[in-house]
């Protein structure tokens, strides 16, 4: 009666480590997939306040300060995917300012890769 307890037991337990080893991935890209929305909306809310912000300085911002400084941003938001608020400044060349260097786009530092396969550091 004891063996058969102990088999038992064994058993349940190896069915509980196959399942949680089979439910947790699938947790884990569920998490992810629920934050891709989010990145896309934070990026699309800085994208336009950095347009906003040249349409009415007549220049690039230097900073991500210098959008929360003129009132174009709240806050810097955190990374949904990365849990902070460090983001990849994409400089270029100022349109309007000669020989200036400005943000002229803003990206995720995070090196893992979207549901769909892509790096977030790309979108």
């Known amino acids: 009666m004891i063996r058969f307890y ?18 947790a991935p699938g947790r884990k890209q569920n ?22 912000y040249t349409a009415a300085e007549g220049k690039l911002p230097k900073s991500l300060d210098d959008l929360l400084k003129a009132g174009y941003l709240r806050q810097i938001p955190a990374d949904p995917i990365t ?3 460090d983001w990849k400044l994409i400089m270029g060349e100022d349109p309007n300012q000669r020989g200036e260097i400005g943000i002229i786009d803003v990206r995720s530092l995070s090196t893992e890769k979207s549901t769909e396969g892509q790096p977030y550091s790309e979108w």
């Open 83 to 85: 849990g902070k608020p």
């Open 6 to 23: 102990k088999s038992f037991a064994l058993t349940l337990i190896a069915a509980l480590v196959v399942s949680c080893s089979v439910v």
């Open 31 to 52: 998490e992810r997939r629920g934050r891709e929305p989010r990145l896309r909306n934070e990026l699309a809310a800085m994208r336009k306040a950095i347009d906003d």
